[in-house]
């Protein structure tokens, strides 16, 4: 190659491969638009050609992505200010207890609600997205999404509504898995690995931003692991793909149609609309969540037994805390150990520097997503740091003793179906594992569930709503709609004409009055 012939040539592309350096020779650098225009092309083309098509994608994910609507019933009065004078109504009426006693707030609450006699309750919605993972009809949202609704109503793409049952939730997550029923198997998309994506990669967010339903918006992957203070298991992906009120709970899309991320949050400008900084749970976070959820309706997380805080340059510092390569090590620090918990069997000791869990490098922050990731009874591997020596323990994982699942008890026994009460206009029925996540009940409530509550029945008129529970008919405990309705014969039988029923809703307990009339 003769030398003007070399020198009319630019050298570009270096890149290393196979431990050599190679140079491609190119001829001098024109513009995109320039080599478009040699060849008779336009800068419609060119740009058509330079920016990727979303199309045909969005018209095959479309279907599966569905709009949620959640509705719930508020006392018009709740937001009413409960000072030491708002428990009764106006008038010289005063209470015969001792100040502060329990009769006394017994009879200041039934007064005060006697005199809210008659107020309507208040029905509020609430719209959000979700997507359709299995073609039976299961649906993943966001916990918040569905948190505090007494009804859910899923609609497809294609207008279809359909009622939807809660399965499970996880507010920890901030997931929840849904279920509708439909005659003909509904469109579904596949979770795909999270792990795979890299910062830069295109992604697509669909959803209901504002309740315009099937938005389509597209940006890349801004960051991994982010921390943003939301919680225990922060691991979000930053997308600035457009994610606006709405949008929680649905999907974030690679380019292979595949769910990377379920969008979750955002951080907004003036009035909280997008800036291009959302956050989505990854995918791999959350399949085994889904699957719990699925399964059995609540989620249980392995349990170290230890208090710990992440380890800063400082404190390795101060330590002398190296990593293996000699750098300043990084991991979890233990503060305090749970007496009897897995760590204290395992010879964990207080100092001691979590740097690995199964070979993986964990910190402060990563540590608790990495433990929950295995359930309770399985044996895990750490690596720690004590006093200048790194050393390997074996785990048995335990379960959380704060996280409680729901009791064997809570089935529905076929002696106590559930009951309606026409004279007060309420369906009852026991409490139920699924009952309680649709209501969100502790796993320690006890009573008996408001199924459903009539219009303009004196249960209505007492702003007593779905959901609710009933522990107690005066001073007696139920549990049972038939122990109820034995209570409130008994009353009818000693010729009362009202009975007091301790309810509890959102805002906490409250005696309800009701009229008793005759059979």
Known sequence: MSSSLLSSLALIGFFSGAGQ???????????????????????????AAMMPGFADLV???LPAVVNISVSSVIRTDENEQDGPDASAPA??????????????KFFHSYLKHRHSEGRPARQVQALGSGFIIDPSGVVVTNNHVIDNAQQVTVTLSDGA???????????????????????????????????????????????NPFGLSGTVTAGIISSRKRNVEHGLYDDFIQTDAAINHGNSGGPLFNLKGEVIGINTLI?????????????????????????????????????????????????????????????????????EISKDGPAEKAGL???????????QSITGQTLPRLVAGYQPGETIHLQLWRRGDYKTATLVLAKNPDEKDPLPSDTHPPEHPVRTMLDIGMKLGVITPSARTQYSLSDSQ??????????????????????????????????????????????????????????????????????????
């Open 91 to 104: 008038g010289p009426q005063m209470s015969p207890f001792p100040p502060g006693s329990p009769l006394q």
């Open 349 to 359: 000791q207080v100092g001691d520097i979590l740097t690995s869990v199964e070979g």
């Open 446 to 519: 006890r009573g008996v569930l408001v199924m459903r509550v009539y219009e303009g029945s004196l249960a209505a008129v007492r702003a007593i709503m779905e959901g609710n529970v009933i522990l107690q008919v005066g001073e007696q405990e139920v549990n049972t709609p038939d122990a109820l309705q034995a209570a409130l014969e008994r009353a009818r039988s000693m010729k009362k004409a009202d009975i007091l029923l301790l309810v509890q809703d959102k805002d906490g307990l409250r005696w309800v009055p009701v009229p008793l009339g005759r059979h």
């Open 59 to 61: 018209d095959r994910l």
């Open 21 to 47: 350096l190679y140079a491609q020779e190119v001829p001098p650098t024109k513009t995109a638009l320039e080599q478009v225009q040699l060849t008779g092309g336009s800068r419609a083309a060119h740009e």
């Open 161 to 207: 509504e359909f009622p939807a049952q809660i399965v499970g939730r996880d507010s920890k997550e901030d997931l929840a898995v849904l279920q509708v029923q439909a005659n003909h198997s509904l469109p579904s998309v596949p979770l795909g690995h999270s792990d795979q994506a890299r910062i830069g990669d295109w992604v697509l967010a669909i959803g």
């Open 267 to 335: 951080y907004g400008g003036s009035g909280g609309d997008s800036i291009g900084i959302g956050f989505a749970i990854p995918s791999d976070d959350a399949r085994g969540i889904i699957n719990q959820l699925q399964k059995n309706g609540y989620v249980r997380r392995g349990w170290l037994g230890v208090r710990y805080q992440d380890v800063p340059r400082n404190i390795a510092e101060d330590l002398d805390f190296h990593s293996e390569d000699g750098s300043w090590g990084k991991g979890a620090i233990l503060a």
